[in-house]
C-alpha cells in the first residue's frame, strides 16, 4: 500500500473526507429504522447510527495512519491518549437527540491534535450541507468563505448561547441563577442541542458566545479551534485554559465582550465544577 505522509494538508483532507462521508452516512440511516439505546438515563441517548459511524470515521483514519491513536465518544479508548504523537478526536453525532427527535441540528465532530496542540478541526453539518473547518495558524472557514470575528459587539447586543445550564446539578451548584441574569442582559438566549455546531455558529458570528458546563473533550475539539481561528476566545468559564483531553466547563465568545462576560461568569467562581 501506498502510505502518504501526514503533512497537514493530508490530514485536513482526510478529516474532511470522513466527516462528509460520516454526515451522508447518518443522514441515510435515519431514513431507515434504527436501535435507540440509554447510555446512563433516559435524557442520554446511544443509537446504532452513532455507533456505525463512528466505526466507519476510525476505520478511515487507521486504514491510512495506524500509527495515529483515536479517541471516539462510542468507543472504548485503548490507553493513555497521551502516548501518541497525533490523536484524533471525534463524535460522530453531537447532538443525538436532536438526531432522534428533530432530525436537523446534529453535526459530526472530527479534530486532529499533535503533541496536545489542536492542528485541525472540522465540524459538519449534513442537514444543511455546511462544512466548517480550521488549520492551525490558517484560519477558519465555512463552505470555502473565511470566517473573521471582527464585529465589536456589545454585550447588550450579543445574542448568546448555553447548554445544560437547566438542569438538576446546575440547580445544585448555583450556575442557573447567574446564567439566568445573564439573559437578562443580553440581546437574547438561545439552546441548539450540539455544542460542535454551536461552537461552530459562534465562529461564524451567527451566535456571538457560547456558554456550557462540562463538556467531554469530544464536544469541542474541534469547534474551539474554528472559533479561535476565526478570531474569538475560547477558554474555562473562570478564565483559564480549555484542556484537550478531559471534561470542561467552556465559554466562547467574540473578543470584543470576553472580559464582561467572563466578569459576569466569575460570579461563578467558587463553586464546584470544571
Ligand atoms: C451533547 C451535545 C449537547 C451538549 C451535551 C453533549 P452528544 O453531545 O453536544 O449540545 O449539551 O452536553 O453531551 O451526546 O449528543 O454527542
Ligand atoms: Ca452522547
Ligand atoms: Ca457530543
Ligand atoms: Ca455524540
Not at 440547580?171 to 440581546?187: M, N, P, T, Y
Not at 475560547?234 to 465559554?251: A, F, H, R, W
Request: aromatic residues 8%; negative net charge.
Amino acid at each position: 500500500i501506498h502510505v502518504q505522509p501526514a503533512s497537514i494538508e493530508n490530514l485536513r483532507e482526510l478529516a474532511i473526507q470522513c466527516a462528509r462521508e460520516a454526515g451522508k452516512l447518518s443522514l441515510l440511516r435515519m431514513s431507515q429504522p434504527y436501535t435507540v439505546e440509554y447510555k446512563t438515563s433516559a435524557s442520554d441517548l446511544v443509537t446504532a447510527v452513532d455507533k456505525e459511524v463512528e466505526k466507519r470515521v476510525i476505520e478511515m483514519i487507521l486504514a491510512k495512519y495506524p500509527e495515529h491513536g483515536v479517541l471516539g465518544e462510542e468507543s472504548t479508548f485503548q490507553g493513555d491518549p497521551h502516548q501518541f504523537e497525533t490523536l484524533w478526536i471525534i463524535d460522530p453525532i453531537d447532538g443525538t437527540t436532536n438526531f432522534v427527535h428533530q432530525q436537523i441540528n446534529f453535526s459530526v465532530s472530527i479534530a486532529v491534535y499533535q503533541k496536545g496542540q489542536g492542528v485541525i478541526g472540522v465540524v459538519y453539518d449534513p442537514s444543511r450541507d455546511e462544512l466548517f473547518y480550521a488549520v492551525k495558524g490558517e484560519g477558519a472557514y465555512l463552505n470555502g468563505r473565511k470566517l473573521k470575528l471582527d464585529r465589536q459587539v456589545k454585550l447588550e447586543e450579543a445574542l448568546l448561547c448555553t447548554s445544560v445550564f437547566w438542569n438538576k446539578r446546575a440547580e445544585q451548584i448555583g450556575i442557573d441563577r447567574i446564567v439566568k441574569q445573564l439573559a437578562g442582559k443580553v440581546r437574547g438566549m438561545r439552546l441548539l442541542g450540539s455544542a460542535a455546531l454551536e461552537l461552530s455558529y459562534v465562529a461564524a458570528g451567527r451566535l456571538d458566545g457560547y456558554v456550557s458546563m462540562s463538556l467531554n473533550a469530544w464536544d469541542f475539539a474541534a469547534g474551539r479551534l474554528i472559533v479561535e481561528e476565526a478570531g474569538g476566545i475560547v477558554t474555562k468559564i473562570n478564565g483559564q485554559p480549555l484542556p484537550y483531553d478531559e471534561k470542561s466547563s467552556i465559554m466562547a465568545c467574540n473578543q470584543a465582550f470576553y472580559e464582561e462576560l467572563k466578569h459576569y461568569l466569575r460570579k461563578s467562581e467558587g463553586l464546584n465544577f470544571n
